[in-house]
């Protein structure tokens, strides 16, 4: 055989490989994200379908794990301890991805990060995770102050060398699990998020009512006070009149 022929078949061959490559990681991902429940403590959840346009193409990604890296705005956090909680006793797989002071003010506070990791089963994972608001000082007129959380990104990873056919796809590397701190490689996939970002708007106290706040609370110390000292003086009286009687 010639050397033309030999690489023409080379180039034939590289070529047939790219485009398995590039079809084979046609993912088409939809999520859908919403924040629920009331007040300061809520729970984001996402929803997560894999929509391939062939069902052979499931052996890509199925029984892989994806981990969704959200970050959070300074004026919400995700509690370490009970994240850490939640992981021990199996019913979370969430990880911090940076240290979060939890006793911080929003004022005072920088954006945060956390891994959010769960397994695809039939094409689809649902995933969750605890949120809570912080102290927002207050403002004249009070009213709220707005938290906007937006939608993840969104990482896939697959305990054999499948997702190899991707390997020309953006990556990043983090923690395998939440379990271990060893890090894994991981490639990001690109999705359509059907909700845009999430709109937390947290209740602030009114500044305007500082002194008129300041007095009342003065006022009632006082108030209370002032019945203790009566009480205190009232039970010394009485144990002084039983001593002398």
């Given at each position: 055989m010639s050397i033309f022929a030999i690489y023409t078949l080379l180039i034939g061959s590289l070529s047939?490989?790219?485009?398995?490559?590039?079809i084979s990681c046609k993912f088409n991902v939809k999520a859908k994200q919403a924040l629920?429940?009331?007040g300061f403590h809520r729970n984001i959840t996402y929803r997560i379908v894999f929509n391939s346009e062939n069902d052979k193409d499931r052996w890509l990604y199925e029984d892989c794990m994806v981990s969704l890296e959200q970050t959070l705005?300074?004026?919400?956090?995700a509690n370490p301890d009970e994240l850490g909680?939640?992981?021990r006793t199996h019913r979370l797989n969430a990880i911090p991805k940076?240290?979060?002071?939890?006793?911080?003010?929003?004022?005072?506070s920088q954006p945060s990060t956390v891994f959010v990791m769960g397994s695809v089963v039939q094409s689809k994972v649902s995933l969750w995770l605890p949120v809570h608001a912080r102290y927002h000082h207050a403002k004249s007129?009070?009213?709220?102050?707005?938290n906007r959380i937006d939608p993840p990104r969104l990482f896939l990873r697959c305990a054999d060398r499948r997702l190899e056919l991707c390997a020309r796809a953006p990556s990043a590397s983090f923690l395998c699990n939440g379990s271990s701190r060893e890090n894994c490689s991981w490639m990001l996939v690109p999705f359509l998020s059907l909700t845009d970002s999430l709109i937390w708007d947290v209740p602030v106290g009114n500044s305007d009512s500082y002194y008129m706040v300041a007095i009342g609370t003065a006022f009632v110390i006082f108030i209370g006070a002032t019945?203790?000292?009566?009480?205190?003086h009232e039970y010394k009286l009485r144990a002084r009149m039983k001593r002398t009687s």
């Open positions: 047939f490989i790219s485009a398995v490559s590039s629920l429940n009331e705005p300074p004026g919400v956090f909680e939640l992981r940076n240290r979060v002071n939890v006793e911080l003010p929003a004022s005072q007129g009070g009213g709220t102050q707005r019945h203790l000292l009566k009480a205190i």
